[in-house]
């Protein structure tokens, strides 16, 4: 009875147990982050996302880095022409001069020309024509330019014929390259052009009548006002590198910044109970 009038008169204390997101410091409730296993599996994925954003666009910046070099060696090696350098008549070492400026003395042999299907200039379909060289160490595969789709299905044409006699082609080198699919011969009989969907001299190599084919293309120049339309100088822009690397650093912080303001507003949500203080 004495215990039972000592609790008559006193209000019920509150079970403090039942805020447990709520922490008290001079008897103010102080809010913490969630720490429920869905709010850390949150924390955990939005740390992932950030940190793959992150070196997605590092990566990027890398690339960029090596654009540039690679750039600067092209732009070293393609001027001036130069005559043909000797490791692109040996398999292996030609990589060594791809992009050099050079220059080259023969006759070309349109009985043994390619056209390269699939070639598109200015966003207009059509072929490259590729017709051999032949000079003094062998032959040159050289890249002429492109010509539109009725060109190549009347071959040849009037338009795109090749110059006859001794004649200097200048340009740059281009390969080597590996084609997937298997490369159509050359008739020179029906007057009709091998068709290849790449330049690849081991692979053309056996279709001609030549024991000395160079490793490289040799890609020519021209003029633009006439067939073929010539193929132009390497591309030296710094491609898409930098606005990707700028991309993936917006949405680590996208990630992070937006994650940040629904925790805050979670929490903002959460009102401690009026019994919170203790007494």
């Known amino acids: 009875m004495g215990d039972d009038r000592l609790g008559a008169g006193r209000k019920p204390r509150p079970d403090y147990d039942l805020e447990p997101q709520a922490d008290y410091e001079q008897g103010v409730p102080r809010r913490r982050l969630p720490l429920t296993p869905a709010w850390l599996a949150g924390h955990v994925a939005v740390l992932l996302a950030v940190v793959l954003c992150v070196n997605l666009g590092l990566w990027q910046v890398r690339r960029l880095h090596q654009r540039r070099a690679e750039n600067s060696v092209i732009r070293a090696r393609i001027h001036p022409p130069a005559s043909l350098p000797d490791a692109g008549w040996q398999p292996g070492s030609a990589p060594a001069v791809v992009y050099r400026g050079v220059r080259a003395e023969g006759r070309y042999d349109p009985a043994h020309e390619f056209l390269v299907r699939y070639r598109t200039h200015e966003g207009l379909p059509g072929y490259g024509v590729i017709t051999p060289l032949v000079t003094a160490d062998g032959v040159v595969l050289v890249d002429r330019g492109w010509v539109p789709l009725e060109f190549g299905d009347r071959w040849p044409a009037d338009r795109a014929v090749a110059p006859a006699g001794d004649v200097t082609v200048t340009g740059w080198l281009s390969g080597p390259h590996r084609s997937r699919t298997k490369p159509v011969a050359p008739s020179p009989a029906r007057a009709k052009p091998g068709l290849i969907a790449d330049v690849a001299a081991a692979q053309l190599r056996p279709l001609l009548p030549y024991d000395r084919v ?23 822009s710094e491609g898409p590198h930098r606005s990707y690397a700028f991309q993936w650093f917006s949405f680590a912080a996208i990630a992070l910044i937006g994650w940040s303001a629904i925790v805050v507003t979670s929490e903002r949500k959460r009102k401690p109970s009026p019994s919170a203080s203790p007494a």
Request: glycine share 8%; net charge negative.
């Open 214 to 236: 160079y490793e490289l293309t040799l890609v020519a120049d021209g003029s633009q006002d006439r067939f073929p339309a010539p193929a132009g100088l390497p591309d030296l």
